[in-house]
């Protein structure tokens, strides 16, 4: 099941731009989660938004979440060719133990 | 680094055969998931096992089957190979402490099945 949907699919700026990318999801949660994936690697965590929480930063990363409209939003500042990645939500769907990922935005920063 | 090991890195294998994937957690981990990820259906959640018991089924088809060891190193088993199933197979870990704390990935199994 796909619980997070990502939107855009796909999004292409400049170095320099911010970039925002944002989340919808279904169910009640207990957290949310961005990562990120880098072509044919392995996810990495950004950062986790528990529930009770709004808004969350770390580094040039500002994530927000309204539980009211299930959604999530994260916004890289000043993007660099190096944030050229797949960027993915996942939420622990009705408060469960596993994380269910979105199909993602693919991101790309050009120089 | 995350810390998590999975090998084989690429496995090349014909319909109908099976194989083992391994997947070492991160030290101090308790928790394992599988996930497969394909261009069509996405990263899809197989299973999760915590301290070497089953703790959340996903899409897992009944062809795959998977376990934990007492040293918490888990291997995903796939049989009756199908074209359908070539993908990416990861394995993440988690402290796991009743919440859900971070995932950390391996760079994962690239499965093509000819």
């Known amino acids: 099941s796909q619980q997070g949907e990502e939107d855009p699919q796909a999004l292409s700026i400049q170095e320099g731009e911010n970039a925002t990318m944002n989340c919808s999801y279904k169910?009640?949660?207990?957290?949310l989660q961005w990562y990120r994936q880098n072509s044919g690697r392995g996810l990495v965590h950004l950062i986790l938004?528990?529930?009770?929480?709004r808004e969350k930063h770390s580094g040039r990363l500002r994530v927000t979440l309204d539980t009211s409209k299930k959604s999530s939003s994260l916004l890289i500042t000043a993007s660099r060719a190096a944030d050229t990645a797949s960027y993915f939500c996942?939420?622990?769907?009705?408060?469960?133990?596993?994380?269910?990922f979105g199909k993602g935005t693919t991101l790309s920063v050009s120089s | 680094d995350s810390g998590v090991t999975q090998t084989p890195k690429h496995l090349i294998t014909a319909t109908g055969q099976r194989v083992t994937l391994r997947c070492s957690p991160r030290?101090?981990?308790?928790?394992v998931y599988w996930y497969q990820q394909s261009l069509d259906q996405g990263l899809q959640f197989l299973i999760q096992?915590?301290?070497?018991?089953?703790?959340a089924k996903g899409n897992i088809l009944e062809r795959f089957s998977a376990q934990q060891f007492p040293d918490l190193h888990s291997e995903l088993n796939l049989s009756s190979l199908e074209l359908g199933d070539s993908a990416l197979y990861f394995c993440?870990?988690?402290?796991?402490?009743?919440?859900?704390?971070?995932?950390?990935f391996g760079n994962g199994t690239r499965l093509t099945v000819t």
């Open positions: 938004i528990r529930s009770n929480e």
């Open positions: 030290s101090g981990d308790l928790s």
């Open positions: 993440a870990s988690s402290e796991w402490t009743g919440e859900n704390s971070p995932l950390h």
């Open positions: 096992y915590y301290n070497g018991e089953e703790r």
């Open positions: 996942a939420t622990d769907e009705d408060c469960q133990t596993a994380l269910i």
């Open positions: 169910t009640s949660i207990n957290n």
